[in-house]
Nanobody
């Protein structure tokens, strides 16, 4: 049974930091591109960051570049997102997602697996 379980969300003041984690099970984690995507209230899905299968390369949305860092530990089947200098506009539900084929700019239907999300709320 495939599972992606996110944690680490919460409420933080603008300028603060959070670290999200996503523990994967039920599939070969190292073979998948792993993504963080988010959805703000009343808005569509926004891709945040991705790390390619096996690790080493990562890509970021312009809105988070320089503030967020994605990483993965294939030995622990865990994906991370270090978020610094948080802004109010970062408020969203953050989801971990996986794709065997990989790529950038995926639609929500192109991911193979999704987690249930963890809420991040940034206040001023």
């Amino acid at each position: 049974q495939v599972q992606l379980v996110e944690s680490g969300g919460g409420s933080v003041q603008a300028g603060g930091s959070l670290r999200l984690s996503c523990v994967a099970s039920g599939f070969t984690f190292s073979n998948y591109w792993m993504y963080w995507v988010r959805q703000a209230p009343g808005k569509g899905i926004e891709w945040v960051s991705v790390t390619v299968s096996g690790g080493g390369r990562a890509y970021y949305a312009e809105s988070v570049k320089g503030r967020f860092t994605i990483s993965r530990d294939n030995a622990k089947n865990t994906l991370y997102l270090e978020m610094n200098s948080l802004k109010r506009e970062d408020t969203a539900m953050y989801y971990c997602a996986a794709s065997r084929a990989g790529g950038l700019g995926l639609s929500r239907y192109q991911y193979d697996y999704w987690g249930r999300g963890t809420q991040v709320t940034v206040s001023t």
